[in-house]
């Protein structure tokens, strides 16, 4: 089948057939009944096919501005053959993801500072955490910041991760607080010439306007310690969260002015098409940079939307 061109690797491609599993088997079941054999391309099939795509999450406005893509590109003949459908579609999806497709891309500026942010629960810590286990292996030396002073158990959750990866850890001392951590963490990773320095924020709701501003005024001050820092601000989102996802979204932007956005617990339900209303119903443009698909280290790949939509369906099966 054709493919559109953008560049996969075999290795995330695994992982994230393995996390989608069950998104993947509920959509291949159901364009099974859909596509495999003849059958007339009208009203009922385009009701089945919005019901197959609505299953895995994919939100109403964007499966029906697929289905009226595809709908554009019907061919005057063959029409009980559904499956010469499936590669229209294919591209369809992809091209709805390729806006959203920009890498993270560290190395201009040493240390380069990330702050990852979100709603409680959201998978910053785990997330820091598998990007420094990634980052180790290829090279780079890491410092992780525990930011998270809120919570007694957020620097222990951190170190382990700091000692899986062999990264170096900047924690609480006594009674200091967030802000000071954080500056402590940015004056370390300049002296130590620290490649990559990961941020940990305690999670905040986005309507906690004094939390919202006490996370400014950290962003303020590393500007003025590190030049154009922090460099990124990743706001994390639970792929699960539905509809608040998109307030987050919207709310921690303009507090803060994100660059990127990973989306974790794609591997909870048959729930991987919410990456697809994610994006189709944000006003901001932001790239998804990460995409979790479990807890342990390996279970984070970078987002790319060949990969992703080849990862939701088994095309080459119909
Ligand atoms: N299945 C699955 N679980 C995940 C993923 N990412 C994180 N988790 C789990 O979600 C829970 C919360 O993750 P944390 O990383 O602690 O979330 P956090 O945003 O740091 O939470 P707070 O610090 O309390 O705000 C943990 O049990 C993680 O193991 C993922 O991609 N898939
Ligand atoms: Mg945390």
Do not use: C
């Not at 130590?192 to 001050?221: F, Y």
């Not at 790239?287 to 390996?298: D, M, Y």
Request: glycine share 10%; charged share 25%; proline share 3%.
């Amino acid at each position: 089948m054709a493919t559109p061109s953008v560049k996969t690797n075999g290795k995330s491609a695994g992982k994230l057939k393995r996390g989608l599993g069950s998104s993947r088997k509920k959509l291949s079941s159901l364009f099974a009944d859909l596509f495999l054999g003849p059958k007339k391309i009208e009203g009922d099939f385009f009701k089945d096919l919005e019901s197959a795509l609505l299953s895995v999450d994919i939100g109403p406005k964007t499966v029906n501005d697929m289905l009226g893509s595809l709908v554009d590109k019907l061919p005057r003949t063959s029409l009980s053959e559904p499956k010469i459908l499936l590669p229209e579609l294919k591209r369809i999806m992809v091209e709805k993801l390729s806006s959203f497709h920009s890498e993270m891309e560290i190395g201009s500026s040493a240390p380069h500072i990330v702050f990852f942010v979100g709603v409680n629960g959201a998978g910053k810590t785990t997330t820091i955490g598998k990007l420094a286990e990634r980052y180790s292996v290829k090279g780079k030396s890491i410092l992780l910041a525990a930011g998270d002073t809120f919570r007694a158990a957020a620097a222990d959750q951190l170190s382990e991760w700091a000692e899986r990866s062999g990264a170096q850890i900047v924690s609480a001392a006594g009674s200091s607080d967030s802000a000071s951590v954080i500056y402590d963490a940015i004056q370390k990773a300049q002296s130590a010439e620290i490649d990559l320095l990961l941020v940990d924020t305690a999670g905040r709701l986005q309507a906690n306007s004094q939390l919202m501003d006490e996370l400014k005024k950290v962003k303020k001050v590393t500007g003025k310690l590190a030049q154009g820092g922090p460099h990124d601000i990743v706001l994390v989102i639970d792929g699960s969260a539905g509809q608040n996802a998109i307030s987050q979204v919207a709310e921690f932007d303009r507090a803060l002015g994100l660059t990127g956005l990973a989306v974790t617990k794609l591997d909870g339900g048959a729930r991987g098409g919410v990456i697809f209303s994610i994006e189709s119903e944000l006003d901001v443009r932001l790239p998804i940079f990460f995409v979790g698909v479990g807890e342990s280290k390996e279970d984070l790949v970078d987002f790319n939307p060949l990969e992703y939509v080849e990862a939701l369906l088994p095309w080459d099966d119909f």
